[in-house]
Every structure is written in structure tokens, then in C-alpha cells.
């Protein structure tokens, strides 16, 4: 008989989650499987919005941003007998397995179903890049490069009226995309939610660059930080007269979610989709399909919900060293 997969997206949309759907469709018919699309995530599950989708239903998705499949809130799948619901559709179309591609939340919902028996996989993909079993998940390579591509254009505003900028990025209540695009992009100061942040040693940081004679200064802040850009402005509204900078915010939102994967991205799905594939082949399900040291890594759900991943001291310490 033949096996019936089915996939969804959930959570925030990240740049590549078309590219992991094109994949599983099309890795997943390779090897015999029927496969179906759930619409609007777990919202789907419990209105029964599944269909089928063949090879050529994903053609020409890989290289656009957010989801054909959609993603939306869905209280009720909260409750268990919103789940059992779920799963009573999931039976009626004869689905053996369910992928579902998406962060955190997505995959602690993802967890909550295997729980209840049915087979799932997860796939690791998110912007905030705070999932344990992947060293980096799907849309955070694009996320990180579109940030970076705002900062160079900051600095070139911020030389001309010699300014200084806060610039805002995603993550949640991890550090990683502001400490990498601190980093890349040569900020003078990085805040993250990991560490606390003394708004006083980034104001001498901003002190020393201007008495060194830098025409900008540049201050990357995590939304989850302690001291975000709307309180740094704050702060540093109270100090303006030693800053020597004026000082300007900017908070870069939504904007990382959007546009077109870029090649690592698409890569990393068609290949996190593939192995969310093979899992299901050998019948290995509750676990999220990561890529660890470059190798397709199968972590059980339970090591996964309810943990976020830390930023690397090493490069902390770095970014540290160069600002």
C-alpha cells in the first residue's frame, strides 16, 4: 500500500520553507510516497484544508520567499481536543506522516502530536536560529544577509551627516542574527539577550569612536536584548550632549522574513527536506531534521521543545575584540 505523507508550514515564515516543501513533495513521490499540502499550519490540520500536491504543484517555489502553504494562529490546536481533531482529519485522508517545517512553537506542537501516536518529522527552519539539532536552520543565512545589506547602507547615510545608528534586528530571545550581523558588519557595539548590557560602555564606545575621529558609529540590538533600540535611545537621548554622534534608530522588523532565499538557504531546505524523507523511509519518527557540522542530523523532539540554542562565547568574544 502505498505510504501518504503530508506536509505544513508553521510559526513565522523563513526564507526557504518553499524550498524544503519542494522538496519533500518531490524526494517524497521518488520513493513511492503520495503527498499532500496542509494550509495554514496546524489551523489546517483542524479545519481539514489538505490536499494533494504533485511534482508539478511545487514547480518554480524554490527560489520565493515566504509559503505557498500559508501559516496562521491556531488557539485551539493548543488544546488537546483541538490535536485529536487534527488527527481524526489527518486519518481521514489516510495520512501515514506529517513533516512540519517551522521553529520552536511549530515543532512543540509537532512534538505534542507524536505524543498522541502519529507519526511525525520535523524541520528545522527559522529566522531566530534558536532550535537545538541544527547548527544553523532554514531562512537565518538570508535573514542575516539582508540585515547586512542594511547596515551597509546605514553607514553610508550615517558618514554623511555623522550620526550614529542603532539598528534593530529579529531573534526573539536569542542573539544569534544580532552578534553575526554585529559582527559582519562591523558594529561598534552588539546587545544580546544572553548577556546583560551595560547602556554606559556603549555610550563610551560611541565617546571614543568620535574622539578618534570615525565620521559613524554603529550599534546593533536584539529585540529580545535587555536594552533594545528603543531603550538605548532613551538612554542615550539622556547623555546626548557627550555622545558627540546624533543618534538615530532604527528597528529592521519584518523586513528579514521577506524576499528570495539565497543559495545556502535553498540548499540547506532541499536538503533538510530530503531528510526529513529518508526518515520517514526507515520509519524514524519525533525527531527534527537538523544539519550539524555539515551532516544531516536526526534529534529526538524531546531534546528539542522547550530549550533554545545559546550564542557561541568564541564569537562573542571576538566580535568583542574587533568593534
Do not use: W
Not at 486519518?91 to 506522516?97: C, P, S, T, Y
Not at 544569534?176 to 544580546?192: R, S
Not at 535587555?226 to 550632549?241: I, P, S, V
Amino acid at each position: 500500500m502505498t505510504k501518504r505523507i503530508a506536509v505544513l508550514t508553521s510559526g513565522g515564515d523563513a526564507p526557504g520553507m518553499n524550498a524544503a516543501i519542494r522538496a519533500v513533495v518531490r524526494c517524497g513521490i521518488a520513493n513511492g510516497f503520495k503527498t499532500y499540502g496542509v494550509r495554514s499550519g496546524y489551523k489546517g490540520l483542524i479545519s481539514g484544508t489538505i490536499d494533494e500536491l504533485t511534482t508539478r504543484d511545487v514547480g518554480g517555489i524554490i527560489q520565493r520567499g515566504g509559503t505557498i502553504l500559508g501559516s496562521a494562529r491556531c488557539p485551539e490546536f493548543m488544546t488537546e481536543p483541538g490535536r485529536k481533531l487534527a488527527i481524526r482529519n489527518l486519518n481521514q485522508f489516510g495520512i501515514d506522516a506529517l513533516v512540519v517545517i517551522g521553529g520552536n512553537g511549530s515543532q512543540t506542537g509537532n512534538y505534542e502530536l507524536s505524543k498522541m501516536g502519529f507519526n511525525t518529522v520535523g524541520i528545522a527552519s527559522t529566522i531566530d536560529n534558536d532550535l537545538i539539532g541544527s547548527d544553523l536552520t532554514i531562512g537565518v543565512d538570508t535573514a542575516l544577509n539582508i540585515a547586512l545589506e542594511a547596515i551597509d547602507r546605514l553607514k553610508v547615510t550615517a558618514s554623511s551627516h555623522h550620526r550614529a545608528f542603532i539598528l534593530e534586528v529579529m531573534g526573539r530571545n536569542c542573539g544569534y542574527l544580532a552578534l553575526m550581523a554585529g559582527l559582519a558588519g562591523g558594529a561598534e557595539a552588539i546587545t544580546v539577550p544572553e548577556v546583560p548590557t551595560d547602556p554606559e560602555a556603549i555610550a563610551q564606545e560611541m565617546i571614543s569612536a568620535y574622539e578618534h575621529g570615525k565620521a559613524h558609529a554603529l550599534i546593533i540590538a536584539a529585540e529580545g536584548a535587555e536594552y533594545n533600540a528603543q531603550k538605548l535611545t532613551e538612554y542615550f537621548e539622556t547623555h546626548k550632549e557627550r555622545l558627540g554622534f546624533s543618534v538615530r534608530s532604527t528597528i529592521l522588523g519584518h523586513v528579514q522574513r521577506g524576499g528570495s532565499p539565497g543559495a545556502f538557504d535553498r540548499i540547506l531546505a532541499s536538503r533538510l527536506g530530503d531528510g526529513a524523507i529518508q526518515a520517514i523511509a526507515r520509519e524514524q519518527y519525533g525527531v527534527l531534521v537538523g544539519q550539524i557540522r555539515s551532516e544531516l542530523a536526526f534529534t529526538p523532539l524531546e531534546e528539542v521543545v522547550g530549550k533554545t540554542k545559546g550564542i557561541d562565547p568564541e564569537t562573542l568574544r571576538l566580535a568583542n575584540l574587533l568593534d
